[in-house]
């Protein structure tokens, strides 16, 4: 099928290939996704859309030898065994390779953190420079506490019914581990791959920042990096791990967020001051970013 340049968390796993052993369905996955997948044992090469949400690949059992390449770039060659972990966090969309070795099954467990998740622990890890912090792409390297919480989520997805409550504290969990270890704040453009240069990064969300309640216009944001709406879209995403609208999107909760435990600013003059017209639009999105309506949220303080 056709490969388009991104695409949902959801939708990914039709672009993997193989077949599907397991998969987390139903609202208690809400915060991460997760399935078990047995790929074909030889693939020439698949092409992969890149995705918003922090990608972990987990290497079940089974041995093989794997390549991976952005672009037209050369291949690069790693050597995947059990326990053997890909983090990938946005960006361009990729080709791959690989070749099973050995009798034993060849299996995977590909794992999705929610954006919102992923943004609390941003948050807590990095305080005020959580705008401009993002996590690296980090290939077949091993983790023997990330591992632990695989091996949890594997077990999770093996029973009749998750537990919600579970599978939220694992999520969590596993987010502030990528935050705390496979995360730093951009100062610099990502070496070896095209994105946009720390200052001018800063200076864009910085804008964003400050014109929170204005419409989100990508023409305007793409005209003040200098570049087409489609390359600024492709490395703000490099940059950041999610695109400039979603960006701004969490911005807006994220000041809502902090009004609605801080003050006592009324919902409607909250869902005003980030730029929703209509407080009923601003619940909908509030309550799908963080499970709660923002009074809910607010009796929590």
Known sequence: ????????????ERYVGGKCLRAGRGTAWRDI????????????RVSL??????F????????????????????????????SFFLTSGGAPYDCRWRAVGAEPFLSMAVFIALPVLQRALEEVFGADAAHARLRDVSAFTDAALNSLMEQVHAELMRRQASALFLQGIAQAIA?????????TVSEARSGSPSLP???????????????????????LAAQAGLSKFYFNRLFKRATGMSPSHYHMTLRMAVAKRRLRETKQSVVDISLDVGYANPSHFAQRFRRETGLSPSAYRRQR
């Open 56 to 83: 972990l690949a987990w290497s079940v059992s089974g041995e093989a030898e794997f390549q991976e390449r952005e672009g037209k770039g050369p291949w690069v060659t790693h050597r995947i065994k059990p326990g």
């Open 49 to 54: 859309p890149s995705v918003s949400e922090p």
């Open 198 to 220: 720390g200052f001018k990064l800063r200076q864009l969300t910085d804008w964003m920042t400050e014109n929170l309640a204005e419409e989100f216009n990508l023409d305007r």
């Open 1 to 12: 099928m056709p490969v388009p340049e991104t695409t949902s968390a959801e939708a990914f």
């Open 33 to 44: 996704q997760a399935w078990v997948i047995a790929p074909p044992r030889k693939v020439d």
């Open 176 to 184: 502030i581990h990528l935050a705390r270890n496979y995360a730093e």
